[in-house]
């Protein structure tokens, strides 16, 4: 399914929560959290990670450690969000093609068990697409599950501009 959106969101604030009762959509929603991303002002990025897992679930100590390692490792935090829209490739240096979109997809896989699902996205800087795991809560939102948020984090390729041997 291809999620289409007519701007960037860039706060907890512009989560439509409505938003959050389509499984492929709360994705989608994780990958603009991913962009909000910054080493100098965490919150922003936590705060809309918050909201996507639900009042439900705390984000520890622990899981905030992990994510900004990743986030860290190889100064990949400017792009690796912008990879998962369609058209952004190191190639132009992880610039999206507008309206931005989002590619999610769901496989045989994604439904074993119950109250959870499984989705895909795929990221213009790597060969396999990363997955992400989703909870259906009581009032029927679909939330991130745990730290399910860094299967979206793995490194990816440096953009054209980074690269030494270009």
Known sequence: MTITYSKMINNADEI???DMQD???????????????DPNNK???????????GEAQEISNLMKS???????????WPYIGKSYFVGATPDNDYTPIEPLSIDVFDNPYSYQNEGYIRLLLRSGGADTERFITLRKMKDGRWVVWSDSILGLLVDIRK???QNPWA
Do not use: W
């Not at 959509?25 to 994780?30: F, W, Y």
């Not at 990025?45 to 996507?52: A, G, I, R, T, V």
């Not at 992990?66 to 990949?76: A, C, G, L, T, V």
């Open 16 to 18: 439509n929560i409505g």
């Open 43 to 53: 919150e922003i990025f936590f705060d809309m990670l918050s909201k996507l897992m």
């Open 66 to 76: 992990n994510i900004n390692e990743r986030m860290s490792q190889n100064d990949k």
């Open 159 to 161: 953009p054209e501009s």
């Open 23 to 37: 499984p492929f959509k709360t994705a989608g929603l994780a990958v603009h959290a991913i962009c909000a991303y």
